[in-house]
């Protein structure tokens, strides 16, 4: 399949954000730290950086998709980052329809979709092991897609912004692992073979190797390989609005014999979750209503409908807790907050919405 844009530059961040303005601006901030200003920037109307060394230098281009937020995002960007292209929606995307608009708009042979609430390592390496900076997470990244033709995806080791870390190399769930990953169950049996398996508990995480998907904060792409996967709107399936998109673009991939490559060496930080958390609500309906999305995709027979009766059981379940509480005078305020969440919830039924269907603020 041709390409959607032409190439003109190696590589197009894509950063999709929502009112976190602050956040947005230490990751822009980031990569102005790993790259600098290219010659010849002007090429096809394009404000181009270079990264990596010099003698090999490589070129970038970053654009920002505001999902009609309302923060100072539309206003600060432009003044402070003159060489990022800023998208500004008249209504939010989602986290799907947000990166496919930004690729619609890209240029590189690579693309690499990454968060707002993400800042790419490199001073900051030196300061989470007590070194010396290391090479930035961007040329370590982009080297090793760039010396491997059959590779689709790199992703870096996460870390929180207390410097810990994020596990983010995983396998893809199998019909259980719904019912134990992110669910009461998994939070009564942590150590369940199913969420260990799927968060690759046996691999050292400072190991570099081939994994089924990468968490969705930081993916470095190949724009070959999403050509040969993408949907009609782009690489993302548009009918996940937010979470689980990764995982299913990963499985598409992989059933096309893409690679699919955890590299720790790189190393991004990441706040994670600072724009869904807005909305508790919306958060927990799009996470549930994605995860029984890719089992209706991906799995046959009655996984599906047993996973969805089985998420709004465990917030029917969570809602009379709420209201016991509640009569009981136990925080009030809190409790009320919460009755209403699960409430929106269960309203929901968890159903996706229709392909290509704008939906509220998550």
């Known amino acids: ?23 947005l601006e230490g990751c822009l901030r980031s990569i102005e730290r790993s790259s600098r200003l290219a010659a010849g920037s002007a090429a096809m109307g394009i404000q181009l950086r270079s990264f990596g060394p010099a003698d090999a230098a490589a070129t970038l281009e970053v654009i920002v998709v505001d999902n009609a937020g309302s923060d100072e995002t539309v206003e600060r960007l432009p003044r402070l980052f003159p060489w990022v292209h800023l998208i500004a929606c008249d209504t939010n995307l989602g986290f799907t329809r947000g990166n496919n608009h930004g690729y619609a708009a890209s240029h590189g042979r690579y693309v690499y979709f990454l968060n707002p ?16 900076p290391q090479h930035d997470s961007l040329s370590i990244l982009y080297a090793v897609i760039d010396a491997a033709p059959d590779i689709a995806v790199v992703g870096p080791q996460l870390r929180y912004g207390d410097s810990t870390f994020q596990p983010s190399a995983r396998r893809f769930p199998t019909p259980a692992t719904g019912f134990f990953e992110s669910t009461w169950l998994g939070w009564l049996w942590p150590a369940n073979p199913w969420s260990q398996r799927l968060h690759m508990r046996d691999w050292p995480v400072s190991y570099s190797h081939d994994v089924d998907w990468l968490v969705g904060a930081a993916m470095l792409c190949r724009r070959e390989a999403l050509e040969e ?4 709107q782009g690489p993302f399936d548009e009918r996940f609005f937010m979470y689980s998109e990764e995982v299913d673009l990963c499985r598409r ?7 699919i490559v955890y590299v720790p060496a790189a190393l991004v930080i990441h706040y994670e979750g600072k724009s869904s958390e807005q909305a508790s609500a919306a958060r927990h309906i799009h996470f549930n209503t994605s995860k029984v999305l890719y089992y209706t995709k991906w799995f046959a027979g009655l996984w599906p409908a047993l996973l969805r009766s089985f998420l709004l059981l465990e917030f029917r379940i969570q809602l009379w807790i709420e209201q016991g509480k509640l009569l009981l005078g136990h925080k009030p305020a809190l409790r009320r907050q919460r009755i209403d969440t699960y409430r929106q919830v269960l309203r929901s039924r968890l159903r996706p919405q229709p392909e290509g269907r704008t939906q509220p603020n998550p």
């Open 117 to 132: 609430d993400t800042e790419l390592a490199g001073e900051l390496s030196g300061k989470l092991f007590g070194g010396q």
């Open 229 to 232: 996967v993408r949907t009609l």
């Open 1 to 23: 399949m041709a390409l959607f844009t032409p190439v003109v530059c190696d590589l197009s961040i894509i950063i999709v954000s929502w009112n976190v303005w602050p956040l």
């Open 253 to 259: 991939l992989k059933s096309h014999a893409w690679r």
